[in-house]
């Protein structure tokens, strides 16, 4: 991906609120249920809240029940980044920005035809950009 993002922890801080500095640059998760893109149905795009790339389509949002925002494909393949994560002493696939190396959350194979994936997101690595009719 073109224009990476690379910034200072400092710099991430200050930019950041605490809350999306704790999740996006020190992989933490928010308890579910309370993000405010759980139940969210609007139409349009959610982009990362670290630096604006565009991540995922409401039409990929489905309702898992787990408590974060799930989709089953990202808005375009190169989006994110998967990486392996055993932290925790769990064996899950870390979703991270493409652009900002940000976290996002974790995929897992539990999720909905066409692609059988759950991309759950914590609700703080996104903004949402609603569809203009």
Not at 3 to 29: Q, Y
Request: glycine share 10%.
């Amino acid at each position: 991906m073109k224009n990476k993002i690379k910034k200072s922890e400092d710099k991430w801080k200050k930019n950041l609120t605490p809350e999306e500095f704790l999740v996006i640059r020190k992989k933490g998760t928010e308890p579910p249920f309370i993000g405010k893109y759980v139940h969210h149905t609007k139409q349009g795009t959610y982009v990362c809240a670290g630096c604006g790339n565009i991540l995922f389509s409401s039409e990929a949002k489905f309702d898992s029940g787990t408590g974060w925002p799930s989709f089953f494909t990202p808005f375009l393949a190169d989006a994110v980044d998967l990486k392996p994560d055993s932290s925790h002493g769990m064996k899950r696939t870390e979703v991270l920005c493409k652009r900002c190396g940000g976290h996002l959350g974790h995929v897992f194979a539990d999720g909905p035809a066409p692609t059988g994936l759950r991309y759950c997101i914590n609700s703080v690595s996104l903004r949402f950009i609603e569809k203009k009719d």
